[in-house]
């Protein structure tokens, strides 16, 4: 992985008391724990809104955590592709899945420690269906799922409990599924606030 802001000592301290300023001045709370594990993928749902990225970063610092995050490649073009890039984004080519999860895998196998997020929507539009990208890469690499999320109903964004894939990924969605059940996202379907995703078995895990 590149070298980013997390890796900075003196940027890293000063994103985290402009994170728990900003997160304090618009009313929001930070719940959960760092991840018990080196290495992980983190749900990062729901994702409905281009503030999603600034709030899972804020509270990223807020938690102490490094993360690199999946985005689609349009968006690291310049001018804004170094800050991406130095904020932990990985560019991803929609048409490539599976090479993507591979290369997810192989990251995994060559690093130490690597908490890589993924929202697993795949666009910030209103869905219905859930990619599966983030379980095959999980599996893949034999690393936990970390529930990510923000709640912009509560404000409160953080780090659920671990789930380690069985292989059964029917019965390991239905989990998932549960514990996102009553999380709204910032733009949440008009009529219903909130749809626990149903979840489809290919495709890239893109935002």
């Not at 804004?80 to 995994?108: C, E, M, Y």
């Not at 690093?111 to 929202?119: K, Q, T």
């Not at 209103?126 to 999320?149: C, E, M, N, S």
Request: charged share 20%; aromatic share 10%.
């Amino acid at each position: 992985m590149s070298h980013t802001v997390f890796d900075a000592p003196l940027s890293k301290t000063i994103m985290k008391k402009i994170s728990l300023l900003f997160l304090k001045c618009t009313g929001w709370q930070v719940t959960g724990e760092l991840p018990n594990s080196p290495k992980c993928v983190i749900i990062a749902a729901p994702h409905t809104s281009n503030w999603d990225l600034p709030y899972t970063l804020f509270v990223s610092f807020a938690l102490d955590m490094k993360i690199a995050w999946m985005g689609k490649a349009s968006i690291f073009k310049p001018p804004f592709h170094r800050l991406f890039r130095w904020l932990g984004g990985i560019p991803i080519d929609r048409s490539k899945a599976h090479n993507t999860v591979q290369k997810s895998i192989d990251a995994f196998e060559k690093s130490d420690e690597l908490v890589l997020a993924i929202p697993p929507s795949g666009t910030r539009k209103q869905v219905t269906t859930w990619k599966t990208g983030f379980y095959h890469i999980a599996r893949g690499a034999d690393v936990p799922i970390a529930l990510g999320f923000l709640d912009y109903r509560t404000r409160t964004g953080g780090i659920g409990p671990l789930l380690h894939p069985t292989g059964d990924m029917d019965s390991d969605m239905k989990t998932i599924q549960q514990f996102y059940q009553n999380i709204t996202g910032k733009n949440p379907p008009k009529n219903d606030p909130v749809i626990p995703p149903a979840f489809i078995t290919e495709g890239s895990p893109l935002p």
